[in-house]
Structures are given as C-alpha cells and as structure tokens.
C-alpha cells in the first residue's frame, strides 16, 4: 500500500532537508536521521543483534546519513526485557560490529543510544534479581507492564549516592564499548521515561537531597553522565536525547518543561555533537492536549549547533521540509522509516511512501521489519531486497 504527502518536498526552492551539515566530526550529506526504535528483534535473553538485525540497518543506510540506533542496555543491572539489545557482553558487541559494518559499508554513521530502564524495567532481567533503580520508590501505576506479560511494574528502588556514582559509571563503560564495537559516537538516552528522564521530571523524583527537589538538582544525574560520557569519549562522539512532554504513559511529567529544559541546555551548551528533543505532537502511543507547545526556545539556546526534531513526522511528512527549511534542524523518522528503507530517495525524489504496518512493530521476525519494499522509479514496481536476492513485485 502506497501513500503520498500533499506537498512533494522535491519540487521545493528550497532543500535544506538534503543539505550537508556538520554533527561532531562528521559531515552528513542529508538530515534525515534514522530514529532509535526498539523493534525486539535481537535475541531473547542474550540481548545480542542478529542477522535480520544486520539486514535491516543495512537497507536503511545512506551514504552521509546519520542511523540512531534502537535502544540498548547498558548493564545487566539496567533491566530492560526480552529481545532488546546490550552493550555490555562481548557477543553483544560483535553482535552489534556486524551491523555497524553493514551501514559502514555503504558509508553511513551509526550512532549506539544508551539505555538504563530505571522503574521502566523488570528484577526478572537484573543481576541478582535485584529490584529496579529509580531516584524514587515510586512505581509506574497509570498501566502494567506490556513486555513482561502486563504485569503490575514494581516498586523500584531509591538510588543511594553510591548507586548514582555506579550507574554514571555504568553509561561510560557502555560508550567506551560503543566505540571500541565500532560505532562512531553514542546518544545517551534521557527521554521516554527512561532513568535520567525520571531523575528530571517531577512527577517521578520526589527527592529532597542535592538529586532532588529543584531543577538544578533534579537535573544533576543527566549533567554528571554526560560530563562523564564527553570526558570518555569525547563530546564530538556524544548526543542526548530528550522528551519534555512525552512520558504520560509511565507516569513521567515535569511541572515546568521550559524551565526545566532550557536551564539543561544551557549547562550543556556546546559540549555535545547534537541535542535530539521529540516534539509535543500527537505520536504513536500518546495524546498531547496542549499543542501549542513548541521546540523553538530551547532552539534558540543551541542555535548554531546541530540540533535533531522528533515526532509526529511519519504522519505529517511534509513538515519535514518546513522544519528543516525554517530552523535548519535534521528531522529524525521513525515509523516512516520502518516501512520505508529507502525513505531518503523517496522524499528527495517525491515518491510515494509505503505505509507502515503497526500490528508487527513488537513481532520478532523479518514481516514487518526487513520485507517492506524499494521503490524501483522505472517502472514503478516495488523491489523487495532481502541482501540475498532480489524479487520483482508486480
């Protein structure tokens, strides 16, 4: 099934979308950016990539395009559930130089994203079977837990200072493990209820000592693990992703998100590659009443330096041009990209967009990850390339 955006991007004056910028030390030749997407198609228990893992970072890779990569864990005290990726095994990172091999191959940039599931994980997936970390004992109730059978979350527990001190620790050694696996910089995950995510918002970080309580302590933990990260491995190798109103449904929201946010960039300011923000649209899993939020204050802290929108694109394409034409931003897709491989040429080119398939995203096979078709402009069938062969689709 085919679908097209009302205005096509490649009759535009202007394509700021497929001008080169510069992220880090690397000069991408587009700004469409592959967003980190959990898709579970990694071994069950092991946590390592496999092959279809492999096959479908390769047929999204561009020459010159930045690949975000989905989410991985970045200890086995990080929790997490079945099929998602590590980063701390040594299988887990040969697992993970296949793939990087692959996108390198066709001269692309894959960036590793680092994940602690704080409250968000389960004791069955932690060494010892200890209970979840979090910077509050405080459990997500507003729904259960959908990777370990919808199970009630449980009550995690309070990160002592020690712990706080391990877990900076554990982020490092998880980028020095990106980067000697190969990937060439890491985005340290602070969005979608994600452990640094609940140390900055107030919903889920009832602390009263210097983690706590107020905005520069609350945004502490996300400061002192991207000032360990740069320092590992250096900032031309480090991103940061956030989410300042997404988090509804595990129970995440700050009572002042520019506030809160902008006093982050500020600190951060200019010591990263890039700063990635998701957008207050409607997305996949949630409603955003308020949309007059908007991403253009904290725009206006990083100006000058590469800054990556998320959210809402897969559904709205056409934006993308006038995001990237208005602010100079890349454009990170995600559902867009699932069932588009060669998503970049469809959009440069105008071509018509195949639509994703949302009943496979969490399957654990190549039907609704690695099979969704080519465009072929020739003779406008579709071409299905599965690495091995090549099949003609009428």
Excluded at 69 to 97: C, M, R
Excluded at 108 to 127: A, D, N, P, T
Excluded at 257 to 284: G, M
Excluded at 361 to 368: H, I, N, Q, V
């Amino acid at each position: 099934i085919l679908y097209t955006y009302t205005t096509t991007i490649a009759k535009r004056k202007k394509m700021t979308l497929f001008e080169p910028v510069q992220v880090g030390t690397y000069q991408l030749q587009h700004r469409v950016v592959h967003a980190p997407l959990t898709r579970l198609r990694n071994t069950k228990v092991t946590n390592i990539p496999t092959d279809l893992v492999v096959e479908y970072y390769s047929q999204r890779a561009t020459s010159g395009g930045l690949i975000i990569a989905e989410a991985s864990l970045i200890s086995n005290k990080s929790g997490g559930y079945f099929n998602v990726p590590g980063l701390f095994t040594e299988d887990q990172l040969k697992g993970w130089g296949k793939v990087i091999q692959a996108v390198h191959e066709k001269d692309g940039i894959i960036f590793s994203q680092m994940w602690h599931g704080g409250r968000g994980g389960s004791s069955f997936f932690i060494k010892d079977n200890q209970l979840p970390l979090a910077p509050s004992p405080i459990p997500i109730t507003s729904s259960n837990n959908p990777f370990m059978e919808n199970k009630p979350y449980e009550v995690p527990r309070e990160a002592s200072h020690n712990d706080i001190k391990d877990l900076v620790q554990q982020y490092v050694t998880a980028a020095k493990n990106s980067i000697a696996a190969g990937f060439d910089g890491v985005e340290i995950h602070g969005a979608n209820g994600s452990l640094i995510h609940q140390f900055i918002s107030s919903s889920s970080n009832k602390r009263t000592d210097d983690y706590g309580g107020t905005i520069p302590n609350q945004a502490r933990f996300a400061l002192e693990v991207a000032e360990a990260v740069t320092n590992a491995i250096g900032p031309e190798r480090t991103g940061i992703r956030f989410s300042p109103w997404a988090g509804a449904e595990v129970d995440i929201k700050d009572e002042t998100p520019y506030e809160t946010y902008s006093y982050i960039l500020e600190h951060l300011n200019p010591k990263l590659a890039y700063v990635h923000f998701i957008e207050p649209r409607d997305d996949a899993l949630r409603e955003v009443p308020d949309l007059v939020n908007s991403l253009d204050p904290f725009r206006k802290i990083w100006q000058g330096r590469p800054f990556i929108s998320a959210g809402g694109y897969s559904t709205q394409p056409e934006s993308m041009a006038d995001v990237a034409e208005n602010t100079g931003n890349l454009i990170a897709v995600g559902r867009a990209y699932i069932a588009n491989p060669d998503l970049v040429e469809r959009l440069k080119h105008g071509w018509p967009l195949n639509k994703y398939k949302r009943e496979f995203f969490y399957t654990t096979d190549a039907l609704g990850y690695t099979d969704y078709p080519f465009y072929n402009a020739k003779d406008t069938t579709t071409i299905i390339n599965n690495q091995s062969q090549q099949k003609v689709v009428k």
